[in-house]
């Protein structure tokens, strides 16, 4: 090859000096961007590669990640199911929380314990949405804050054993925007199911505390005839009932009627597999990833320190 032909053409350095260009344009336009406008980008993001990856992309992309106007709704319930490990799902909620600045209106979790929920309650001033299913919070914890959660509207707290008729009776109290409720319980296989003793604590807490309900879930509720009729009587609203798994119901007199007049109606043998396999996964341990997992949320760099 002769050494005209290995040098460069004018041409093509003019290309490469115009690509070049390009593209510190593009990059200096994506860093001058409001941390409100990349905000709005971000949240598209799952909240594990918002801690992950995108501060790590410039430092105004970081800033934007640090500051509140990402973790307005914050949905973790994959990387809950990943880590597995109670403890470091209390921590990394706690630091999602709190970057939030008392702006937060939405919460999905899993396997959060009393320690997260209270961090929760004292930000969660403008909370409406709060999911956290298969989690280890107490009737005293939610004794203690129901309070502060008098904006929600929407409350997940599927699989809480530790939440009792108590807890819902609280919540019922305090808590009156409530208009969704899911409260599914474990699947219980068909012996166990006919067999078991009918329990109403649960179903007359829901019907005499929320009369505002528009959707309610008690899948594999052990309430009997007793409880749904005081649930339809006073529960005027209700558009959506899942009754899924609850065979201690008999339909006595017009209680099929009565349900059936209901919008969207699931009675107790119309199964479906996402309550069974929420049950399944209650006693799940983290993922051979969760030593990676654990480390995203506690990005010191990132955050202030507790």
């Known amino acids: 090859m002769s050494e005209e032909e290995d040098e460069e053409s004018p041409e093509k350095k003019k290309k490469k000096r115009r690509l070049c260009n390009t593209s510190s344009s593009a990059s200096s336009s994506w860093e001058g961007l409001n941390p409100e406008i990349l905000s709005l980008i971000f949240v598209r993001i799952s909240?594990?590669?918002?801690?992950?990856?995108?501060?790590?992309?410039?430092?105004?992309?970081?800033?934007?990640?640090?500051?509140?106007?990402?973790?307005?709704?914050?949905?973790?319930?994959?990387?809950?199911?990943?880590?597995?490990?109670?403890?470091?799902?209390?921590?990394?909620?706690?630091?999602?929380?709190?970057?939030?600045?008392?702006?937060?209106?939405?919460?999905?979790?899993?396997?959060?314990?009393?320690?997260?929920?209270?961090?929760?309650?004292n930000f969660g001033k403008c909370l409406k949405i709060l999911k956290i299913p298969v989690s280890n919070v107490t009737d005293k914890m939610v004794a203690k804050h129901a309070?502060?959660?008098?904006?929600?509207?929407?409350?997940?707290?599927?699989?809480?054993?530790?939440?009792?008729?108590?807890?819902?009776?609280?919540?019922?109290?305090?808590?009156?925007?409530?208009?969704?409720?899911?409260?599914?319980?474990?699947?219980?296989?068909?012996e166990s199911a006919h067999h078991g003793k009918a329990v109403e604590d649960e179903a007359m807490a829901v019907a005499n505390t929320m009369p505002r309900l528009v959707h309610l879930e008690l899948a594999y509720g052990r309430f009997s005839d007793r409880g749904l009729d005081a649930?339809?009587?006073?529960?005027?609203?209700?558009?959506?009932?899942?009754?899924?798994?609850?065979?201690?119901?008999?339909?006595?007199?017009?209680?099929?009627?009565?349900?059936?007049?209901?919008?969207?109606?699931?009675?107790?043998?119309?199964?479906?597999?996402?309550?069974?396999?929420i049950s399944e996964d209650s006693g799940g341990a983290g993922?051979?990833?969760?030593?990676?997992?654990?480390?995203?949320?506690s990005d010191s760099s990132s955050d202030e320190s507790d």
């Not at 990640?65 to 319930?77: I, K």
């Not at 904006?151 to 019922?172: A, H, P, W």
């Not at 899942?242 to 209680?255: A, K, S, V």
């Not at 993922?287 to 949320?297: A, M, P, R």
Request: glycine fraction near 6%; hydrophobic fraction near 35%.
């Open 47 to 121: 909240a594990d590669e918002l801690c992950r990856s995108v501060p790590f992309v410039c430092r105004s992309w970081r800033e934007a990640v640090a500051g509140p106007y990402c973790w307005a709704d914050v949905d973790v319930v994959s990387w809950c199911r990943r880590c597995g490990n109670s403890d470091v799902i209390n921590t990394a909620v706690r630091k999602l929380v709190r970057r939030s600045r008392g702006t937060l209106r939405s919460l999905s979790a899993y396997k959060l314990g009393d320690p997260a929920f209270s961090f929760v309650a």
């Open 147 to 190: 309070g502060s959660l008098s904006t929600i509207t929407d409350l997940d707290i599927s699989n809480c054993s530790e939440i009792t008729y108590k807890g819902i009776e609280t919540l019922g109290q305090h808590c009156k925007s409530l208009f969704l409720l899911k409260r599914n319980m474990p699947f219980l296989d068909s």
């Open 231 to 277: 649930i339809l009587t006073k529960c005027k609203d209700l558009q959506h009932l899942d009754i899924q798994g609850c065979t201690n119901l008999n339909f006595d007199g017009d209680l099929e009627l009565r349900c059936e007049r209901i919008n969207v109606f699931t009675g107790p043998y119309d199964y479906d597999d996402d309550h069974v396999s």
């Open 287 to 297: 993922s051979d990833e969760e030593g990676t997992d654990s480390e995203i949320y």
